[in-house]
């Protein structure tokens, strides 16, 4: 009887301390701010700023092949931005076009005077390694941006 005792004792050690890994979001690298408010955690990436100048990097860890659908929308007053999708090696596996670009060819297919408010779409994504790394890039960006997955 003790050493039935023993062996489950054992074996609920072992789960609790390798089968029940949490994932998280890794914050990389922090770009510039002016009153940045963040609640990110896996899953998510949601953010407002008065002045976003750099790269946010956030991260998580994957396995090679698995495909994820990532949801991303932006308002941006002022500045411009970008959203890539890397792997661990900084390799490019997706990315958004600059929101300036974007407002370029809505001025030049509706009218000149035309401003973007905002933009989102989906990018799907398979990782090719261990990490995917989700780079916002700003330049004297003001407004929000998040991203689901």
């Known amino acids: 009887m003790r050493i039935k005792v023993i062996i489950v004792v054992t074996l609920i050690a072992a789960l609790l301390l390798f089968g029940c890994k949490r994932k998280e979001l890794i914050y990389e690298k922090i770009a510039n701010h002016t009153n940045v408010v963040e609640d990110s955690s896996y899953g998510r990436i949601e953010m407002s700023f008065d002045i976003l100048d ?10 090679p092949g698995i495909t994820y659908n ?3 929308d ?9 959203i890539i999708f890397t792997d661990s090696e900084k390799n490019t596996l997706a ?15 509706e009218c000149s005077t035309a401003i973007l408010w905002g933009h989102g779409g989906n990018k799907k994504i398979e990782s090719t390694d ?13 407004g929000s941006v998040k991203v689901e997955w």
């Not at 932006?74 to 970008?82: A, P």
Request: no cysteine; charged share 40%.
């Open 130 to 142: 261990s990490e995917i790394r989700i780079v916002i890039f700003g330049k004297e960006a003001s």
């Open 54 to 63: 750099g790269e946010n990097v956030r991260s998580f860890e994957t396995k």
């Open 74 to 82: 932006y308002n941006i007053n002022e500045g411009d931005i970008k």
């Open 95 to 109: 990315q958004t076009e600059w929101s300036s670009e974007i407002e370029k060819k809505l001025k030049k297919s």
């Open 70 to 72: 990532f949801d991303y």
